[in-house]
């Protein structure tokens, strides 16, 4: 069983008796950096030079540093710049700035996993992953609640690292929702896996499929849009609300014996197979280093791929006809 943690196992004096250092003011930065900030935390905020946030960040209250005046002055920092461009980062304006007794923390453990951050021995290295958008963290937080969060220590330098970890997690909320103890390999593999075979590549791909089979058939688009994309977020809300029971108890009796017999031949073995495969690129880090040699080539295949489904004619077809639905926007 997971172990969990709550407002009242963790000691927020902690973080406030430390001086953060956010480094990045992206969709993790800025939540972290204010929430901290609300919480009675000594914030400073790192950006390079030319950030486009830089302003926000500032008319927000907080002061704006360089990412190694940051580091220099904190012995707390959080790097929450793009995970293609921690190394850089790290190597250029954090180290050169880290002492014994600093805690280097992360958003997600994938630079410290696959080996291309390696902080030196006597810093702890902590790390506080919220489980959603920073900016459903930001805003769970002002309205006094939370997001919830998983917390991993992978070097436990000062002998109460993950004492300080749970009480960053409470300055940003995290322990009024919960906080779950992970490690930085569990927290990495799962989250690369979950992404890539269920909720991102997964289900892009079966929407896809479902859609292209019903248009070769002869089917409206339209139609096949409203089946196969736009439904899916009433029954994903529904599996989310009371998991696949409250699904299959709301749909039809035809679609629950639908679902039972021809879910297996969709996703068969040898889907679950390539699933095991795909694991095992991220476990032996291949996976992680295609993706930097790609990311550092110039990203000519991601853009490839990002053009070649933004003329597909399901998101053509989307597009028109979510002008129709002036709510759809809204809901985001
Ligand atoms: P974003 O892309 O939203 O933000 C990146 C920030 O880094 C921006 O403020 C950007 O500046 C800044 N930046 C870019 N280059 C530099 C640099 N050289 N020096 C200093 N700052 C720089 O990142 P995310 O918030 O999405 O991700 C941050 C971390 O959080 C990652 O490790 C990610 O895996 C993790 N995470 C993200 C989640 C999310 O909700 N997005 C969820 C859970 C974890 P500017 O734009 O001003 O130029
Ligand atoms: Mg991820
Ligand atoms: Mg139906």
Redesign the pocket.
């Given at each position: 069983m997971a172990e969990l943690f709550y407002d009242d196992d963790a000691d927020l004096s902690i973080i406030q008796g430390r001086k953060v250092a956010v480094?990045?003011?992206?969709?993790?930065?800025?939540a972290h950096a204010l929430s901290l900030r609300d919480s009675g935390v000594d914030v400073r905020v790192?950006?390079?030079e030319?950030?486009?946030?830089?302003a926000k960040a500032e008319e927000q209250g907080l002061r704006v540093v360089t990412?190694a005046e940051a580091a220099a002055e904190a012995d707390v920092i959080m790097?929450?710049?793009?995970?293609p461009?921690?190394a850089?980062?790290y190597e250029e304006?954090v180290a050169p700035h880290l002492k014994d007794g600093d805690a280097l923390f992360?958003?997600?453990g994938?630079n410290i996993r696959f080996g291309f951050i390696k902080p030196p021995a006597g810093v702890d290295v902590c790390m506080v992953?919220?489980?959603?958008?920073?900016h459903l963290?930001r805003r769970q937080y002002e309205e006094g609640r939370g997001v919830p969060c998983i917390v991993a220590v992978e070097q436990d330098a000062s002998g109460s690292a993950f004492a300080l970890a749970l009480s960053y997690a409470k300055g940003i909320g995290g322990t009024r929702a919960g906080v779950i103890k992970t490690t930085f390999t569990e927290e990495t593999e799962t989250d690369l896996f979950g992404e890539q075979a269920v909720l991102c590549g997964g289900t892009a791909a079966l929407v896809k499929a479902g859609f292209e089979t019903l248009v070769e058939a002869g089917y409206q688009p339209e139609i096949a849009y409203f089946e196969c994309l736009h439904e899916l977020k009433l029954i994903v809300d529904l599996m989310y609300e009371g998991g696949l029971e409250k699904m299959r108890w709301s749909i039809s009796e035809t679609a629950e014996w639908g679902d039972y017999v021809t879910g297996p031949r969709i996703i068969t073995d040898a889907t679950k197979a390539e699933m095991k495969k795909v694991l095992a690129e991220i476990q032996d880090g291949s996976f992680a280093r295609n993706w930097m040699d790609e990311y550092h080539g110039g990203l000519k295949k991601y853009n490839e791929y990002k053009q070649q489904d933004s003329e597909h004619l399901l998101e053509t077809t989307g597009k028109e006809l979510r002008k129709l639905m002036s709510w759809v926007d809204e809901e985001a």
């Open positions: 480094i990045g003011y992206g969709s993790q930065g800025h790192g950006l390079h030319g950030s486009q946030s830089k990412p790097i929450l710049v793009p995970d461009i921690q850089q980062v304006s992360f958003g997600h994938f992953a919220p489980k959603g958008p920073g963290v």
